[in-house]
């Protein structure tokens, strides 16, 4: 399957295929130089793998979860891009999960004022959200993706097969992403995580998210409307994080419990916690509100005493809604998880 972006200044591609990482070649031009941002986590047979694809290449490694999202990571990747005499004819290759994605986009982004990448997403929190759209951040202590910028990729393959590896727990995290596409726009993904066999249809749930971020991003790519949509859940789920140091719940995991505030119908919400529940993921958390909220109003969302709060009224139906802070604050308190 293929999708192709195209927003004002880029068309790309998106290669959704078991098994294209294995004719990475077919895709590349093989004769150029390829640094290759990864983390310790990945397995170093799928390196190899891209490597044997790259012979000028080199790779570089971080380490695996969201403090390599740091000023001084960041310092450090431009730093071998530099040592590898890395030029604008030359390309990134960010190999990995969403904190890869991320940050290998950023160093895009900045290095020599933007050089080539392309994106190969190796969970499905990246595959279904973080690998296409163009944001690219990294965080400032506890506070997330607050420096960035919208820096689109070259090329995105994604191998379902790279999956394989990945806890359980991990999947499952990444899905929520796609459970809030279901929420936000699409009602035909929401009834798929409905049925019991719902982690049967992967590839379904992969390619019907990214059609609808597909949209969204076509139709609004610097996010001034409709692709503030995007964030149902991760205002508050963003605060969960920081409060946890980036480390005791996964991102998909914190959103999950953030979309829990903002559902307008019972009903749905109690649904929405029974699908979390079988998925395994968590629907409460031990929090200091006020704690919580210091990180919300730290988010990039909020605006001096306001901020933009997406909501849900029913499955395939939200709606942006600028709230106090006040506001927000209260509904911490009346809803404690």
């Known amino acids: 399957m293929k999708l192709t972006v195209d927003v004002k200044h880029k068309t790309y591609d998106i290669i959704l295929e078991r098994g294209c990482l294995k004719t990475l070649d077919t895709y590349i031009d093989t004769t150029k130089r390829y640094f290759i941002l990864t983390d310790t986590n990945i397995p170093q047979s799928l390196i190899d793998e891209v490597v044997a694809q790259c012979p000028n290449s080199t790779v570089y490694k971080v380490a695996p979860g969201e403090q390599s999202k740091s000023i001084q990571t960041f310092e450090d990747v431009c730093q071998a891009c530099l040592d590898f005499h ?130 969204v991003v076509e139709e609004d790519e610097k996010e001034v409307g409709l692709r503030k949509t995007l964030n149902f859940g991760h205002s508050i789920g963003h605060g969960i994080e920081a409060y946890y140091n980036l480390e005791t719940y996964y991102h998909g995991e914190c959103v999950g419990m953030g979309m829990l505030y903002f559902l307008d119908d019972d009903e749905v919400k109690k649904e929405v916690i029974k699908i979390l529940e079988k998925m395994g993921l968590p629907t409460h958390a031990d929090l200091d509100i006020d704690k919580v909220f210091d990180y919300i109003t730290m988010d990039k969302k909020a605006h001096a005493d306001t901020i933009s709060i997406v909501k849900v009224r029913e499955p395939g139906k939200s709606y942006i809604e600028e709230m106090s802070l006040s506001e927000v604050k209260a509904i911490l308190e009346r809803n404690p998880l």
């Open 86 to 215: 890395m030029s604008r004819k030359d390309t990134l290759i960010a190999l990995g999960g969403g904190v890869i994605g991320d940050l290998g986009g950023f160093v895009a982004a900045s290095y020599m004022r933007g050089i080539p990448f392309i994106s190969i997403p190796t969970t499905t929190l990246s595959q279904i959200d973080s690998s296409i759209g163009g944001k690219t951040a990294i965080n400032l202590g506890k506070v997330k993706n607050i420096i960035g910028s919208f820096y689109h990729p070259d090329l995105v393959l994604i191998d379902f097969d790279t999956l394989a590896t990945l806890p359980k727990r991990h999947i499952q995290s990444g899905l929520v992403e796609a459970l809030k596409a279901g929420l936000i726009h699409d009602k035909s993904i929401y009834e798929i995580f409905k049925q019991d066999d719902y982690e049967d249809h992967l590839d379904e749930i992969v390619y019907k998210a990214l059609c609808m971020k597909k949209w």
